[in-house]
C-alpha cells in the first residue's frame, strides 16, 4: 500500500513540476515565436507557423543602434569582469587570511551595504549623477555618457557583497597550501597566480558570472548615466510612438542569448563552488 502510494505521489508531483515549467515557459515560446513571426504585431495564429522568418533578426542586427549598443554592452562587461576580480580577489584574499583590526567591522558595513536597496538605493543614484556631474563641470573630463566610467561604478558595486562571496570560498582552502608555497620560494604573485586562482577556479567563475551579469544586463545606472548599452536600445525599442514588437521581441532574444548559453556552460562550476561554500555566511 505504501509503495504504491508514493509511486501516485511520484507520478502527481512529476505532473504538477511538469506543468509549472511549461506555464513557465509560455511567455518564452511567446516571444520566440514573435520573433520569428514577419506581422509586424503581437499576435499568434497557426498560420504563423507555416510563415517564420529571420528577417526581424537579420534586421535588427544590421541597425547601427545595435551595433553602437553592442560595442559599449561589450566593453562595459569585460572592463567590468577584469576590475571586478583586480579588486575582489586580493580583497577576499585578505578578509579570508589576515587578521587585522577593524577586519570584522568591515565585514559588517559590506554585508550591511550589499542588503542596501529601495529608497537609499535612489538617493545613492541620484548623488552619484550630481557627483559625476559636479567632476565634469570642474575638471573638463567627460563623466555622464563616458562608456569607461560605467564599469568602475558596476565594479564598486560589486565590491561588497562578492567579497564577502569569495571570501567564503577561500576560507575552504587550507592555508598549508600558502604555507607551503612560501616554503618553495614562492612570492605573493606566484601564489595568487599558482596556487590560489588555480585551487579557486570554481569562485573566480562564480564572480565572473556575476560580474557579466551585472555588466551586461545592468539597465538603470546605464540610462540614467546616458550611456547607450543593450538594455537601454532595448527599452528605446518601447518609447516611439509605434512598436514593433516582432523587432523588439528578437532583439529581446539575442540580448538575453549570451546569458543563457553563459549559464549552461558554468553549471558545473555552480554546483562546485556552492557545494565548497560559495554563498556560506
Do not use: C, H
Not at 559599449?72 to 587578521?99: G, H
Not at 562578492?162 to 614562492?186: C, H, Q, R, Y
Amino acid at each position: 500500500m505504501a509503495s504504491a502510494f508514493n509511486i501516485v505521489l511520484k507520478i502527481g508531483l512529476t505532473a504538477v513540476a511538469l506543468v509549472v515549467t511549461l506555464a513557465l515557459l509560455t511567455p518564452v515560446f511567446f516571444v520566440i515565436l514573435t520573433s520569428l513571426s514577419p506581422v509586424g504585431i503581437i499576435t499568434y495564429s497557426p498560420s504563423m507557423l507555416a510563415n517564420l522568418t529571420l528577417e526581424n533578426y537579420i534586421e535588427v542586427i544590421k541597425s547601427s543602434e545595435f551595433q553602437t549598443a553592442l560595442i559599449n554592452s561589450v566593453i562595459v562587461t569585460i572592463m567590468t569582469i577584469f576590475i571586478s576580480i583586480l579588486i575582489i580577489t586580493p580583497a577576499a584574499y585578505a578578509f579570508s587570511r589576515f587578521k587585522f583590526k577593524g577586519r570584522s567591522t568591515a565585514l559588517y558595513f559590506y554585508l550591511m551595504f550589499s542588503q542596501i536597496g529601495g529608497g537609499f538605493g535612489i538617493a545613492a543614484l541620484v548623488a552619484l549623477f550630481v557627483f559625476l556631474a559636479q567632476i565634469e563641470k570642474t575638471t573638463g573630463l567627460p563623466m555622464v555618457g563616458n562608456v569607461y566610467v560605467l564599469p568602475f561604478i558596476y565594479a564598486a558595486g560589486m565590491v561588497p557583497f562578492n567579497v564577502w562571496l569569495l571570501k567564503s570560498f577561500f576560507d575552504t582552502i587550507p592555508k598549508e597550501l600558502d604555507e607551503a608555497a612560501f616554503m618553495d620560494g614562492a612570492g605573493w604573485f606566484d601564489l595568487m597566480f599558482k596556487v590560489i586562482l588555480p585551487t579557486s577556479k570554481p569562485g573566480i567563475i562564480v564572480l565572473t558570472l556575476f560580474a557579466f551579469m551585472g555588466g551586461w544586463s545592468e539597465f538603470i545606472l546605464a540610462n540614467t548615466l546616458q550611456v547607450t548599452t543593450l538594455p537601454v536600445q532595448l527599452y528605446k525599442y518601447t518609447t516611439g510612438l509605434s512598436i514593433n514588437w516582432n523587432r523588439f521581441a528578437a532583439f529581446a532574444i539575442i540580448f538575453a542569448l549570451p546569458v543563457v548559453i553563459l549559464y549552461m556552460l558554468s553549471q558545473k562550476y555552480l554546483g562546485e563552488a556552492m557545494r565548497l561554500g560559495v554563498g556560506k555566511r
